[in-house]
């Protein structure tokens, strides 16, 4: 009866981690959609948008980051988080008109692992939480500057999803308001569509075999690609990224939506295409009147996904908001 016990408690630990191994280490096939998000509602020439002053931020690990910076007269300050995959280019037309406008000043980083702050590791961070310790080290470092007397955190899809999740935890650094542009809430929000309309592949049994790992202190292998994207060949260029590893994505995305937006009280807009083609529109209001009644919500006829970021309605939208932040 000991020995039979015995045995149980010493192979129980070791079935867990070779089926933890098994998944992790299971080969993945690019399955590319036919179907993806809807690119050719972005403005002509977007991948060659420059604007703004480009400059770098020494992050606390020492490494220079990247980011862009649109100034102006206005007392508020606003960093925008641009989407997965991708870089902060696509986010310069609305900066641009912001600041112009004198609305506010805009900075738009490329979040390490990206764009011009890829450094030798594409979709890569090191370690899980880093880009949330990045942003904090952004915005002390745009308080330096003294651009103003209200800062605002914001972003587009995962973009979003990365202001909601750093707004849910308690940094030394805090905002004074959250906008969130069609936001990534998680994995098991009920705003999701599948494969986020054919933009994403997932490794599943990777994800799960990580995550398993992970949860008994074991995290070596979260190097391992998870995340996959389906980018129109014509949309590639350098400074996009193929794929994220298990530890960038975990970093970039919410683990917990609910506790995210019952932790912030601070003032939030949310700005939603009708016919966003990556969520559900229709299930953010049920998530926020429940969970942060407090925020602002608007869905915008005649947008989807890419295109909302850079429409006249989000705009109009945001510099009111902004106005009376």
């Keep these: 009866m000991t020995r039979t016990l015995l045995i149980t408690l010493i192979s129980t630990p070791i079935i867990y981690l070779l089926i933890a191994l098994a998944f992790t280490l299971y080969p993945v096939e690019r399955d590319l959609h036919s179907k993806t998000l809807d690119f050719s509602v972005l403005p002509t020439g977007l991948t060659n948008q420059t604007g703004g002053i480009e400059s770098f931020y020494t992050a606390r690990d020492g490494q220079k980051l990247f980011f862009r910076h649109f100034p102006s007269d206005a007392k508020t300050t606003l960093i925008l988080i641009h989407g997965s995959g991708s870089d902060g280019r696509y986010l310069t037309l609305l900066a641009d008109k912001l600041s112009t406008s004198s609305k506010a000043s805009i900075v738009i980083p490329d979040l390490r692992g ?30 330096g500057l003294n651009l103003g007397t209200i800062t605002a ?21 805090s905002f004074d308001g959250y906008l969130l542009l069609a936001p990534y809430m998680g994995y ?17 049994r990777k994800y799960i075999g990580l995550s398993m790992l992970n949860n008994v202190g074991i995290t070596l292998l979260n190097d391992q690609p998870v995340v996959f994207f389906n980018r129109p060949p014509e949309w590639d260029n350098p400074l996009q990224v193929d794929n994220y590893t298990y530890r960038l994505n975990e970093s970039f995305s919410p683990q917990d939506y609910v506790r995210a937006l019952e932790q912030n009280k601070k003032p939030i807009l949310v700005l ?35 295109n909302l970021p850079s429409s006249e309605a989000t705009y109009e939208k945001l510099s009111h908001w902004l106005a009376n932040l």
């Design 114 to 143: 990206h764009g011009r702050s890829m450094l030798d590791a594409p979709g890569d961070v090191s370690y899980l939480g880093l880009l949330e310790d990045d942003l904090e080290d952004l915005a002390m470092h745009v308080k």
């Design 188 to 204: 098991d929000a009920p705003t999701i569509k599948p494969n986020s309309g054919g933009w994403v592949q997932v490794s599943t």
């Design 272 to 306: 939603v295409g009708e016919g966003d083609d990556a969520f559900y529109p229709t299930e953010y209001e049920p998530m926020f009147s429940a969970h942060a009644p407090h925020a602002e919500l608007q869905i915008l006829p005649n947008l989807k996904h890419l």
């Design 153 to 173: 955190l914001g972003g587009h899809s995962s973009g979003g999803g990365l202001a909601l999740k750093y707004g849910g935890n308690h940094h030394a650094t």
